[in-house]
C-alpha cells in the first residue's frame, strides 16, 4: 500500500482517539446543561481541581500547608501516606460531591429562576475561585500523576501493522484505555438515566423542572446530583490530561478543546458529545496532516476544530444531536 | 478634629524619620496562573539573592536593597501596570520576565531612563545597545540559543551535519518564532535539512507533530516550548521513543519541572543553559545561614538549586553586580535608574567576579558595551538524569556563532531604528 494511505489511516486512528479525550470533557458540560441550563465555564477547572485533590490525597498532601505554616510557623507539607489509587479516587469523589454540594447550597440555590447568562456568569466566578483554592490548597507546583495507566506506543498494533503493511502504526496505549474508559463511562451514564430513580429524576427535571417539581421531584438533590457526575466526569478527564502533561494549572484550559465538540455535537446529548468529539478529533488532524502542516505552516488544529464546529452550525443551529429548539410566538 | 491630629503626627513622625536610602528592585513575578511553577522559584531566587546581600552585607556598598514585588500572573496588560505603579517607587532595573511585557516596555522605560534586563527572552536584537539604550539582554539571546543547539549536534557528529535531518518543534508565537532564521541560515552554513513544527498554544495535544516527527525520523529535535508545552513534547517524544539523547530544548524548555512528569522515559533529554546546576556553590551556605535558616527565604526554601530558582538568583547577581559598577562610575552609593544604566553598560563579569560572588563558574564570563548590550552569548548544555532527578551539566559555557546572528541582529535593529526614527546610543 502506499505510504501516504498508511499514513493518513494512521492520523485517522490518532484522531478517533485524540477525539475520544476532548468528548472525556464535553461530557461535563453536558451533564449540566442537560439538567439545569447552565453552561458550566468552570467544567476545566473541575477537572484540574479534581486531579490536584487526586494527586494529594494519594500522596498524603497536607491541604493548605503553605496557608498553615505562614500563620501558625509550622512546617508541615506532608501526612506521611501513600493511599493506592483506587481509594485515592473514591476519596477524591468524596471532595467532588462535597464540591457540588457547596456549589448547590451556596451559589445556584440563590440563583433559581434567573436567566441563563447570569448563571453562566456564576460559573465564571466559581472556576476563578476554584483556580485560586485548588492553588492556594495544593500548590502550584507540577504534579506528576500516576495511577498506574500505560503510555506510549502500543507494540502489538505497531508489530501486526508493521507485518501486515509495511509500516507500524502508532497507537498511544493512554489513548486506547481512554476510549475504553470513555466507553464505560457513557455506557454507565446510560443505564444511570434509564434505569435508576435517581437517573429518571434526573431526566425528568431535564425535560421539564417544573412538572418535575410538581411530582416531588427534590431540585436540590438533582442538581446536586449532576454537579457530582459531571465531577466524576471532570475526575476521569483530569485523570487522562493530567497522565499526559502531569497535574498542572494548564489542564483547566482543556475545556477550551470541549467547546467545539459541543457546539458540533450539541449541548444537551451524550451520545452527541461522543460523536461530536471523534469528529472534531479526526477532522483536525487529517486537515493538519494533508493541508495545514504541508501547505499552511501547521498549527491549524486549534482554529480548524472551531471553524469545522461553525460549519455544522450553519446548517444545524442545534448541533448534530442537541434538540430542535421550537418557540411558539 | 482626629484626622487634623492624625495627619499631623504622620508628618511628625515622618518629619523626625531619617530618609532610609534604598536601591529598588522591582520583581514582576507570576506566582499564579498557566506557568506559576517556573516563575515561584524565579522570584524565590531573585528575592533571596537581595536578602542574602541585606543580612549579610548590610545591602549594596552599605545601601540596603528592596524588592518590591507585583503579581503579572504572566500577563502582559498587568505586566504593563505592575511598572506603571513601581517605576515611582525609585525603580533602578526591570526584569519583565515575560517577551510580551518586554515590547511593551521597551519605549516606556527608555522615555523614563530605566533600564531593563531581559534575560535570555525579550526582543533578540535589543543585544545592539546603539539603537536599544535601555534594554539589555546578556548573557545570550534566543539567536545564540539556536546557534548554541547547533553547535551541539555539529559536536555530536564530529562537526559535519550536512544531509542531517533536524526539526524544530517550536511555540506557535512570537517567542518560538524567534529562532526560525538564525536556523535556515545556520542550515545553510552547515548544509542541514530544517523542517518546522509549529505547535499551538498551549500544546497539550501534539500528537500530529509528533506523528509528523515518527515519519520523517529527523536526525534531531530542537524545542523552543513553553509551560505545558514542554512537559507534552518530552512526554510524547518518550512515546514514540525518540531518543532523548538528540532531543535538545532551549533553556525555557530546561527545567525540573519539564521533565518530571515523564518520569525515567525523559532520561537523557537535553537542554541548554544560562547557568550552572545545582547548589554545590559557597554562596548557597551563605544562603542556608542568613536566609533559609533563619525564616527569611521568600519561599518554602524547598526550590534552591532549581533550574529556574539559579536563573533567578543569577539575574539578581548580575543587578547586584550592575549596581557595583554604577557606584564605581558615578562615586554615590544611593544611585537612580540612569546610574544603574550606565553600570549595567559597563558590566564585566571574569571569573574572579563570580569566585567573589560566590558563584564560581556558575555563569559564562562576558563583558557589556555601549553597542553590544548581549554579551558574547555564551551557553552550556544540560542533561537530564532520571536516576539522579537532576540535570547535569555536560558541556561547558561556549561560544555561539556570532558571523551569522550579528548580521542578523543588525539587520533587525535597523530596521526598529529606521522605523522609531531613533537617535544612536554610542556617538
Same mark, same amino acid.
Given at each position: 500500500?502506499?505510504? #501516504?494511505?498508511?499514513?493518513?489511516?494512521?492520523?485517522?486512528?490518532?484522531?478517533?482517539?485524540?477525539?475520544?479525550?476532548?468528548?472525556? %470533557?464535553?461530557?461535563?458540560?453536558?451533564?449540566?446543561?442537560?439538567?439545569?441550563?447552565?453552561?458550566?465555564?468552570? #467544567? !476545566?477547572?473541575?477537572?484540574?481541581?479534581?486531579?490536584? @485533590?487526586?494527586?494529594?490525597?494519594?500522596?498524603?498532601?497536607?491541604?493548605?500547608?503553605?496557608?498553615?505554616?505562614?500563620?501558625?510557623?509550622?512546617?508541615?507539607?506532608?501526612?506521611?501516606?501513600?493511599?493506592? /489509587? *483506587?481509594?485515592?479516587?473514591?476519596? @477524591?469523589?468524596?471532595?467532588?460531591?462535597?464540591?457540588?454540594?457547596? %456549589?448547590?447550597?451556596?451559589?445556584?440555590?440563590?440563583?433559581?429562576?434567573?436567566e441563563p447568562i447570569i448563571l453562566f456568569m456564576a460559573t465564571i466566578g466559581l472556576a476563578y475561585f476554584l483556580e485560586g483554592v485548588g492553588d492556594l490548597m495544593w500548590g502550584s507546583d507540577i504534579k506528576t500523576l500516576d495511577v498506574g495507566l500505560p503510555q506510549g506506543i502500543n507494540l502489538w498494533i505497531d508489530e501486526t501493522t508493521f507485518n501486515a503493511f509495511g509500516y507500524g502504526f502508532f497507537i498511544d496505549n493512554l489513548d486506547i484505555v481512554a476510549s475504553i474508559v470513555a466507553a464505560l463511562l457513557v455506557a454507565g451514564l446510560v443505564i444511570f438515566a434509564q434505569y435508576t430513580k435517581q437517573g429518571r429524576a434526573m431526566r425528568a427535571v431535564a425535560d421539564d423542572h417544573q412538572a418535575a417539581l410538581s411530582v416531588g421531584v427534590s431540585l436540590n438533590f438533582i442538581w446536586i446530583l449532576v454537579w457530582s457526575l459531571a465531577g466524576f466526569v471532570a475526575l476521569v478527564a483530569g485523570i487522562m490530561w493530567g497522565a499526559k502533561s502531569g497535574v498542572q494549572f494548564s489542564l483547566?484550559?482543556?475545556?477550551?478543546?470541549?467547546?467545539? %465538540?459541543?457546539?458540533?455535537?450539541?449541548?444537551?446529548?451524550?451520545?452527541? /458529545?461522543?460523536?461530536? !468529539?471523534?469528529?472534531?478529533?479526526?477532522?483536525?488532524?487529517?486537515?493538519?496532516?494533508?493541508?495545514?502542516?504541508?501547505?499552511?505552516?501547521?498549527?491549524?488544529?486549534?482554529?480548524?476544530?472551531?471553524?469545522?464546529?461553525?460549519?455544522?452550525?450553519?446548517?444545524?443551529? #442545534? !448541533?448534530?444531536? !442537541?434538540?430542535?429548539? *421550537?418557540?411558539?410566538? | 478634629m482626629k484626622y487634623k491630629l492624625g495627619t499631623m503626627a504622620v508628618a511628625g513622625l515622618m518629619a523626625a524619620s531619617p530618609v532610609m536610602a534604598d536601591l529598588v528592585f522591582p520583581s514582576l513575578s507570576y506566582r499564579t496562573g498557566p506557568y506559576a511553577a517556573g516563575g515561584i522559584p524565579f522570584a524565590d531566587g531573585y528575592a533571596d539573592y537581595f536578602?542574602?546581600?541585606?543580612?549579610?552585607?548590610?545591602?549594596?556598598?552599605?545601601? &540596603?536593597?528592596?524588592?518590591?514585588?507585583?503579581?503579572?500572573? +504572566?500577563?502582559?496588560?498587568?505586566?504593563?501596570?505592575?511598572?506603571?505603579?513601581?517605576?515611582?517607587?525609585?525603580?533602578?532595573? +526591570?526584569?519583565?520576565?515575560?517577551?510580551?511585557?518586554?515590547?511593551?516596555?521597551? &519605549?516606556?522605560?527608555?522615555?523614563?531612563?530605566?533600564?531593563?534586563?531581559?534575560?535570555?527572552?525579550?526582543?533578540?536584537?535589543?543585544?545592539?545597545?546603539?539603537?536599544?539604550?535601555?534594554?539589555?539582554? +546578556?548573557?545570550?539571546n534566543y539567536w545564540n540559543g539556536a546557534s548554541a543547539a547547533i553547535n551541539h549536534i555539529l559536536e555530536q557528529n564530529g562537526g559535519d551535519i550536512s544531509g542531517k535531518k533536524i526539526a524544530l518543534v517550536y511555540h506557535n508565537s512570537a517567542y518560538g518564532k524567534e529562532p526560525i532564521r538564525t536556523l535556515e541560515k545556520l542550515s545553510e552554513k552547515h548544509g542541514f535539512e530544517l523542517s518546522l513544527l509549529a505547535v499551538d498554544h498551549p500544546g497539550q495535544e501534539q500528537k500530529s507533530q509528533w506523528l509528523q516527527i515518527r515519519r520523517e525520523k529527523p536526525d534531531n529535535v530542537i524545542m523552543y516550548g513553553w509551560g505545558v508545552m514542554n512537559q507534552v513534547a518530552v512526554q510524547e517524544a518518550a512515546n514514540i521513543r525518540f531518543p532523548m539523547e538528540n532531543f535538545i530544548g532551549?533553556?525555557?524548555?530546561?527545567?525540573?519541572?519539564?521533565?518530571?512528569?515523564?518520569?525515567?522515559?525523559?532520561?537523557?533529554y537535553k537542554a541548554l543553559a544560562l547557568t550552572a546546576v545545582g547548589s554545590d556553590f559557597p554562596l548557597y551556605d551563605d544562603l542556608q545561614k542568613y536566609v533559609v535558616d533563619s525564616g527569611k527565604a521568600a519561599g518554602a526554601g524547598d526550590q534552591l538549586g532549581t533550574v529556574p530558582y539559579n536563573r533567578g538568583l543569577y539575574a539578581a547577581m548580575l543587578a547586584a553586580e550592575a549596581v557595583k559598577k554604577a557606584q564605581e562610575i558615578h562615586g554615590v552609593d544611593d544611585i537612580t535608574s540612569g546610574m544603574m544604566r550606565d553600570g549595567m553598560e559597563a558590566l564585566e563579569i571574569t571569573e574572579e567576579v563570580m569566585a567573589a560572588a560566590g558563584l564560581p563558574d556558575f555563569g559564562p564570563t562576558f563583558s557589556v558595551s555601549c553597542a553590544n548590550h548581549g554579551g558574547e552569548g555564551m551557553v552550556a548544555v544540560t542533561q537530564w538524569d532520571a536516576s539522579a532527578g537532576q540535570f547535569v551539566q555536560i558541556a561547558d559555557f561556549a561560544p555561539t556563532d556570532m558571523s551569522v546572528i550579528q548580521p542578523l541582529i543588525d539587520e533587525d535593529s535597523a530596521a526598529f531604528k529606521a522605523e522609531n526614527n531613533i537617535e544612536s546610543n554610542c556617538n
Open positions: 500500500m502506499p505510504e #501516504q494511505f498508511l499514513w493518513t489511516i494512521e492520523v485517522f486512528l490518532n484522531g478517533l482517539m485524540a477525539g475520544v479525550l476532548y468528548a472525556l %470533557v464535553a461530557l461535563g458540560f453536558v451533564l449540566i446543561y442537560k439538567a439545569s441550563g447552565i453552561f458550566n465555564f468552570a #467544567q !476545566g477547572v473541575m477537572a484540574l481541581f479534581a486531579a490536584m @485533590t487526586l494527586y494529594g490525597i494519594m500522596n498524603g498532601q497536607v491541604p493548605f500547608a503553605h496557608l498553615i505554616n505562614a500563620v501558625f510557623g509550622t512546617e508541615v507539607h506532608y501526612f506521611g501516606w501513600n493511599l493506592p /489509587a *483506587i481509594l485515592s479516587i473514591v476519596l @477524591t469523589m468524596v471532595v467532588m460531591i462535597l464540591l457540588a454540594w457547596l %456549589v448547590q447550597r451556596y451559589i445556584f440555590r440563590y440563583l433559581v429562576g434567573q483547566s484550559l482543556i475545556a477550551l478543546k470541549a467547546l467545539p %465538540v459541543l457546539m458540533l455535537g450539541g449541548f444537551t446529548s451524550i451520545p452527541g /458529545a461522543i460523536v461530536g !468529539g471523534l469528529i472534531i478529533g479526526v477532522g483536525e488532524k487529517l486537515f493538519e496532516f494533508l493541508i495545514g502542516a504541508p501547505y499552511l505552516g501547521g498549527a491549524t488544529e486549534n482554529w480548524f476544530a472551531y471553524m469545522l464546529a461553525l460549519l455544522f452550525l450553519v446548517f444545524r443551529p #442545534q !448541533g448534530l444531536f !442537541g434538540e430542535k429548539i *421550537i418557540e411558539r410566538v | 536578602t542574602l546581600l541585606n543580612e549579610r552585607d548590610g545591602g549594596i556598598g552599605g545601601v &540596603p536593597a528592596r524588592v518590591l514585588e507585583c503579581e503579572t500572573g +504572566y500577563n502582559t496588560e498587568k505586566g504593563v501596570e505592575c511598572y506603571e505603579s513601581t517605576k515611582g517607587e525609585g525603580a533602578l532595573v +526591570y526584569q519583565p520576565l515575560s517577551t510580551g511585557i518586554t515590547y511593551q516596555l521597551i &519605549p516606556k522605560a527608555t522615555a523614563d531612563d530605566i533600564p531593563i534586563h531581559s534575560m535570555g527572552y525579550g526582543r533578540t536584537s535589543a543585544a545592539n545597545g546603539d539603537v536599544f539604550s535601555h534594554v539589555f539582554n +546578556y548573557p545570550a532551549i533553556w525555557w524548555s530546561g527545567a525540573e519541572i519539564d521533565v518530571t512528569p515523564a518520569g525515567d522515559k525523559a532520561d537523557g
